[in-house]
């Protein structure tokens, strides 16, 4: 039908299936190569919801939340994507680059899930609405659609939307453009314009679906979705024996039908299947369809509620999910934070899949296995302390890809007291803070929020860190003003990481922190690579030491010592964000600093867990004024949101070992030529501008290893290629 025809309606959109209808033709085939968020799709999805405003049609987005319904096996799809990802470098290392760009392209490498929050930030952006459900975004959509308020008018998303009753279903926008050639300054460009008339969608309509099929029963459809295989459970085992050609949906039906009309006749038929005997797969049947019917879903006056509450049965957590204060649904559905933690909590379960590279380093394996687990412990004590006692006494089981047999198993008891009571010193008001930044010469006391920089700085001076001591009383008002909230999130947040003290003094290593800040100044990008930076060497993981021996794209050309130093230099640099046009990565690749950034992401997901969980205990404790709707400003405001990709750290490696290929790799010409080449290599960035970026960032970071002396290893290895490197930038 006509686009045209939806002008004026509110469309209620399932996030991932519109992220996953948009990364087939879109997605940026070297982006499972760098990491990190997509260069172009942010400025895809922009251009798109602003066609769609233009048409008179008012998108809400719906995330899912929790985790529920069947379990997907995360570790075998994680290894297979890695997998293909591998032989796509080893294709691309015999010069067979077109061929390992497809290769890239089909990966799988990123899965819509994983582009959730780079989706929100885009929608916040955009002036866009929209809601993460409890748990499933496909009921919180039913319910929109079925409430008589009518808060949507039709629903985008796949036909298991029928499920949960909804009638219609968008599964397709045909958003139509055409090319046009402009001149500019007497230069032709193109361009592209968006064409409603020619713009479509196609819906399904449940009825019909029904009458096709031969007007079966409404719970036979239902059934028939469900053993298909969905979301919500597995696909029946049996199924692709029965049929020598590939399966239709009225092979199932016929399946139901033909077998006493009900699922649990047809699991009696085959319960002698062994995979029927290993899924359980009755007993997941009765569950998917208990979830069904008594789903939990979020109101719009922020009340979270059982579907058909009055018939769900005592034990509706079990089929659905464990159940956390709605106070947390709601912060969860305004994006204020996210499910990752939550999940931990409700599942018991960590599970940590395959990273893109493969994580195949001894060194990666212990960073997830050992060095991470007490962070991701602090995280979910921190969360657990401030809910139901139920969950101070959950056990957690941590699982890892590589190591089938390993449960990390702990209990949340054995943890306790959190750091939470320790952290409550932190109230600072406002004005405390304004009267900190004017005594500094700030002049714009808005660019305080999320700044790591400033909350190091402010605490330098003992007498201010002194004055910073103070517990909110009883009747005192909540934190009200964004600036007052992120700069107590954050100092609660340097203290859960040993930057400052119970008497919020900085430590030894807040001092280091403080010298490496001192270099950069408040650049918000840099300053959280400074303190990721800072973080891999209390790690240990910052060195120029070969960590993936068997992975291409090291430093190859020069003498040892050159490879050594520019090894080092790039994985500082890898830490910083590449400038670049809103278009997908053309240029060099490097399967061994995907590696490296392997590692530095998932030290960045950790450490934005904990300020997540310092957020959200300040809320629960009743310490921060709930009345408000800044929750994305919030959100935005503080460190570590997104992941930076590894190009910056390819662009730096490129340039300093193609110098290494001439006469005299010192001189002023040589290097401006080089610059000029790599330019041409990664036309699409800003290379001189970024590589001035990785410099300062190396002279952050070095001030900062300088600076700790004997705390930093290596010292002698920093110092000679400084040295190196003054001679080459």
Known sequence: MPLASLKNSVIGIDAIYYLERLLLPSKEPLLSAIGGSPLALGATIARELEDLKSAGIKPHFVFNGLDYGAKEDIFT????????????FKIYEEDRATEAITIFKKSGIPDAASLADFLKKVLYNCQIEFTVAPFSALAQLAYYDKDSRQFIDAIYGPSEAFLYGVDK?????????????????????????????????????????????????????????????SRLLSRFPPLPALHTKRYTFQDVVNLITNTGRSVA?????YQDDPLMKELDYLDSYKKAAVDVKHHVIITTDGNVETLDAKHAPSDVHDCIGQRLPEEL??????????????????????????PWEGGNSIEFQNLMKVQLDSWRRQALCLLADSVHRYYQRKEVTTKVWFDSQYEGKFNIKDLLPSPRDK???????????????????????????????????????????SRTISVKRTGEDPLQSTVEITANVIWRFLQLRGYVDENHQLTTWGSILYETFSALGPERDLEEAAFLAIELLRLNLLNPHTMFLEYSGAPSRGTETDRRNCMLVSRVASLGKLRHQPVGYTGPLSRHLLAYQSMTSAVHASLRDLIEMSLATMFLDGMVDREREDWMDLSLGLPFYNA?????????????????TMDDPTSIEVRDTMKGKCQIWLKFSDFTGSLDDAFKLWDSVYK???????????????????????QRR
């Open 77 to 88: 799809k994680s290894i297979i994507a890695s997998e293909a990802n591998a032989g796509a």
């Open 169 to 229: 279903v968008i599964t397709e926008l045909e958003i139509k453009y055409v090319s046009l050639e402009i001149s500019e300054g007497g230069i032709a460009k193109k361009h592209t314009k968006f064409v409603l008339e020619e713009s479509r969608f196609s819906w399904i309509d449940r009825r019909i679906c029904i009458e096709d099929l031969g007007h079966i029963p409404v719970q036979t459809f239902i059934d028939a979705c469900l053993i298909a295989g």
């Open 265 to 269: 006749s047809v699991c009696a038929q």
């Open 329 to 354: 649904d709601m912060y969860l559905s305004r994006g204020l934070i996210r499910s990752r933690v939550l999940t931990w909590l409700t599942t018991g379960k960590i599970l940590i899949p395959a």
């Open 423 to 465: 952290l409550h010193s932190w109230c600072v008001r406002e004005d405390l803070i304004l009267e900190r930044q004017l005594r500094l010469g700030a002049t714009e006391p808005e660019t305080f929020p999320g700044s790591l920089y400033k909350s190091v700085r402010y605490l330098k001076d003992s007498s201010f860190a």
């Open 644 to 660: 930076n990709s590894c190009a910056l750290g390819i662009a730096t490696k490129t340039y300093l070992d193609e110098l290494c």
């Open 704 to 726: 900062g290893v300088t600076f700790a002396k004997g705390m930093v290893n290596d010292q002698n290895v920093w110092k000679e290629v400084d040295v190196w490197l003054s």
